[in-house]
């Protein structure tokens, strides 16, 4: 037996609620790797998921979230794992169609996860997580367009959010002039220790002149906002620049002019770490090991155990947590 927050549904109101409870290994969905999850994280769609409707992102109850996990592996039918194999997990819509990481036991394909490379420990793997892991694929999708240190700012929208916060560091670490927006003056001081430069506030991005193309201002942008913002900063980048942008907190509808695109070059890159192929998906988890300074991470980190869930989930929405919830199941 193991223990587990596992969501199930109300047949009559049709909302669900969540609650630790032991499971079976007869009772994990199918798949050729047993995993002993150590830590998960809280995302955004976490939050989602441990709404009463489950946002509309869980299809079956019930139902055990949670989009991320780092653990060992217990038991495999796939030659390429073994028991004792360090392991990660992001993506392939883990916690959402397929249960997740919120149990300290989880059973999945062996092509959804990447071996944990070494000099990076699991706590420190979900301390990236799902968004940190986005935010190197959105720093590697920038120098595969030729973004490189010195040649000016490069802005991160949504700095202080799970996605932000890793990318800030990420790119302070290499070398690059961070310029990171946020709507909470209150983070200013997170966000220097993290390595950025300038801050900017969320008004001074929405309330610039109103045209198709404004003042060049950034050598590159990580987007974790998307919506109107995502719209401006296309019009402040420099010539040839590259925006990856990675997140639709600010809506799905881009209101935007093809003249960015036509008269300065600027590239928009589109990041989905759902399904990233096997290759990328472990270039990037090296690079995280190699490249992001790992100290720096306990001071995005809020701790939590599965009885914090329900309320972590509220919070998240409401946009109370700043920086990274890792979640150890076992305690």
Known sequence: MFKAFLLEKDDDSGLAAGQITDLSEDQLPEGEVTVAVAFSTVNYKDGLCLSAKGGGLVRTYPHVPGIDFAGTVEASSDDRYKPGDRVVLTGWRVGEVHWGGYAQKARVKADWLVPLPDGITARQAMAVG??????????????????????????VTGAAGGVGSVAC???ATLGYEVAGVTGRPETEGYLRDLGVSQIVAREEINETVKAPL??????????????????RVLGQMRYGASVAAVGLAGGAKLPASVIPFL??????????????PYD????????????????????????????DLPQLGEDILAGRIKGRVVVDVNT
């Open 263 to 276: 008269l300065r070059g600027v590239n928009l890159l589109g990041i989905d770490s759902v399904m990233q």
């Open 214 to 231: 404004e003042r060049e201002s950034w050598a590159g942008c990580v987007d974790a906002v998307g919506g109107d913002m995502l719209a």
């Open 169 to 171: 560091a990420i790119l």
């Open 280 to 307: 990328n998906r472990l270039r990037a988890w090296e690079r995280v090991a190699r490249d992001l300074p790992l100290d720096k991470l306990e001071a995005m980190v809020q701790p939590a155990s599965l009885g």
């Open 130 to 155: 799902t968004a940190g892991f986005t935010a190197m694929l959105a720093v590697m999708a920038l120098e595969d367009h030729g973004l490189a240190p010195g040649q000016g700012p490069v802005l």
